[in-house]
């Protein structure tokens, strides 16, 4: 039981609210958020959109035109823009099941509960210490066996509560939750950026399946053109039209095309296997979902952030401007540590030889103490801690502006990639149209004997150079587009589909 007298508790109380009223002030520098880099664009000249050239327009019966526009917002869901609903269920599969981000939230709760316990330094803890203790009095061997011996044995039943306090006068424990909260920004843009790592790596991985699906089916076409043109061949030989060389220099021309088709297909297969571990499951549970360009729409408007938007949009951006304010409050703490602190220990109860006793206003007790400390010699130690986190805030800084000129540099390489994808897009399918249409030709002049089989031949090669180039420059258009949707912060301030677990709540409310 805690029994306080009256006055001496309006002095505890008093001497805490004082003590409370010089927490007022926290040393060290206030963090003040940076500025956006005062540029209106991300390329040297005007934007210019991505046009193909000649306007020419693609097997796939689409434009290779896109255009870009200025200050549009990018969607949450920004891959749903390629019209692929296979794609769509996979990113969702891969949000739903993958565990790095599983890891990412665990981190972020981590981050939260610590702020929470640091919380509690800027308060009061009130600790219950009951005690019940048998004596034996001194003396006992030096009477007599007459007396009654039982008198010098005694119980001391003493239940009391310790309230201690730590008044933060210079701001130390302020400047740490300030830091802890930090943290836990950056691990909630962490958790961001793995969010939008795990989708971007989904789409560029589907894309990529679909440029192999397309590289072996070029392979597979130009493999069986060349098997028909073989078999004329050794129908002329065994007619005596032509010589046994020609036979041999096809057989050579199909065995290298030949060759081309099992790394392709190796490629495929490791492809497939890395879908799955996306989507979190076993290469033995592999997913369902298939790919090629066909079933992929390329986007043709694309929206482009104002440069003055982009660092609040880039999840490592906020994440090493958090470490900046987390920098800057560790020099705080460092400071604060150089200076007098401050601790009160109240302890009140009563002690009583019985239980019955111990509520009487005698058995009563009441003590209260103030401390404080202030280093006076270290060897320079706390000042060294001190010019460490200062030096860590530069670093920090550094770091934050070179994070900056990345996200910068990655929307610009972007914007500069799908201006030249539209035209080697365009240029690459013309190529397909113009080779499929000269080999047509040339066999029909090889059948009349007008050409030489070289020159089949080389028709040949170069219309499988023109399908594989077309398909690996499709691909990459597909996947710059995709780069620049994540380039921009990939819309997660719009996300509907999953967002971060709240922070939970604290059970006391005046924390």
Not at 36 to 58: C, F, M, W
Not at 142 to 164: G, K, M, R
Request: contains cysteine.
């Amino acid at each position: 039981m805690v029994s306080f007298a009256p006055r001496r508790c309006g002095r505890a109380t008093a001497w805490l609210a004082a003590s409370l009223g010089l927490s007022a002030c926290a040393v060290g520098p206030n963090y003040v958020p940076p500025e956006a880099p005062p540029v209106g664009r991300y390329t040297k000249e005007p934007l210019q959109n991505p046009s193909a050239a000649d306007k020419i327009r693609t097997r796939q019966g689409g434009s290779a035109d896109q255009s870009f526009v200025s200050g549009a917002d990018i969607p949450g869901q920004w891959w749903t823009l390629f019209h692929a609903k296979a794609l769509n269920r996979l990113v969702e599969q891969a949000l739903a099941n993958n565990p790095t981000l599983e890891a990412a939230q665990a981190s972020l709760r981590v981050a939260q509960q610590n702020v929470l316990a640091q919380k509690g330094t800027l308060y009061p803890s009130l600790t219950a210490t009951p005690q019940i203790q048998g004596a034996l009095a001194p003396g006992l061997d030096l009477q007599s066996p007459l007396n009654n011996q039982n008198q010098y044995l005694y119980s001391l039943s003493t239940p009391q509560a310790v309230v201690s306090y730590n008044p933060d006068v210079f701001g130390g424990n302020r400047r740490q939750i300030e830091s802890l909260e930090a943290t836990t920004e950056n691990q909630r843009f962490q958790l961001e950026a793995a969010y939008l790592s795990l989708t971007a790596n989904v789409v560029a991985a589907a894309i990529q399946e679909a440029s192999l699906r397309a590289q072996i089916d070029a392979t597979r076409k130009v493999i069986q053109a060349q098997t028909e043109v073989l078999q004329l061949y050794n129908k002329q030989l065994s007619l005596g039209q032509i010589a046994g060389a020609d036979v041999v220099q096809q057989q050579a021309a199909l065995a290298l095309s030949q060759q081309l088709l099992p790394p392709l297909e190796k490629a495929l297969a490791q492809q497939r296997n890395l879908l799955t571990a996306l989507a979190g499951r076993l290469p033995s549970d592999e997913v369902s979902e298939t790919f090629d360009l066909a079933a992929l729409r390329l986007p043709t408007r694309l929206p482009v952030s104002l440069p003055s938007r982009l660092v609040q949009q880039r999840p490592d951006v906020k994440a090493a401007e958090a470490l900046v304010q987390q920098a800057s409050a560790n020099v705080g703490v460092a400071v604060a540590n150089r200076l007098p602190q401050f601790s009160l220990t109240a302890t009140g109860g009563a002690s009583a030889t019985r239980i019955a006793q111990v509520t009487s206003p005698g058995a009563a007790f009441f003590t209260i103490i103030g401390q404080a400390t202030a280093p006076i010699f270290d060897a320079g130690t706390l000042f060294r801690r001190q010019r460490a986190a200062e030096e860590t805030l530069t670093e920090a800084q550094a770091q934050y502006k070179a994070t900056v000129i990345t996200a910068f540099q990655n929307v610009a390489d972007a914007l500069r990639a799908l201006q030249a994808d539209a035209k080697a897009v365009a240029a690459a399918d013309a190529a397909v149209s113009a080779t499929n249409q000269s080999l047509a030709l040339i066999r029909k002049q090889y059948t009349a004997g007008a050409i030489t089989s070289s020159q089949v031949l080389i028709a040949q090669q170069g219309y499988l150079s023109a399908l594989v180039t077309s398909a690996a420059a499709r691909a990459t258009q597909y996947a710059d587009t995709a780069a620049l949707f994540v380039a921009l912060g990939g819309g997660w301030w719009n996300r509907a589909d999953v967002a971060p677990p709240p922070p939970e709540k604290d059970p006391l409310k005046i924390l």
